[in-house]
């Protein structure tokens, strides 16, 4: 995936968040949850259920997002076992770079 996709997936997510009220019509807010559930895997979060976090924690995914692309830049090498197993699919050698 190329940064510019990622820069993409990043700005339309947290634009997500951002336009996100308490008083956002149920319509509003279930296309502003398909956004954030469309993009949670690439931005370091993989449970996201509107129905089962507070407000207050969904607009809290921000600094979790800022977080996890910070760690990410740092060469951060934990990966979740979905993510792995999808890169050894996509490039088998992906695994030699990690010490064991």
């Known amino acids: 995936m190329t940064d510019e996709k990622i820069s993409e997936i990043y700005s339309e997510t947290i634009t997500a968040i951002r336009e996100l009220r308490m008083d956002s019509s149920d319509e509003e807010k279930e296309e502003l949850y398909k956004i954030i559930n469309k993009n949670k895997n690439y931005l ?5 259920e ?3 976090i507070s407000y207050w924690k969904i607009k809290d995914l921000e600094l979790e997002i800022h977080k996890n692309i910070r760690m ?3 060469g951060s090498n934990s990966i979740s076992l979905k993510d792995l ?4 699919e996509e ?4 695994i030699e770079q990690f010490n064991f």
């Open 50 to 52: 509107a129905e089962m």
């Open 72 to 74: 990410a830049s740092q």
């Open 91 to 94: 490039e088998p050698t992906f």
């Open 85 to 88: 197993q999808e890169k050894l």
């Open 44 to 48: 370091g979060f993989d449970n996201f």
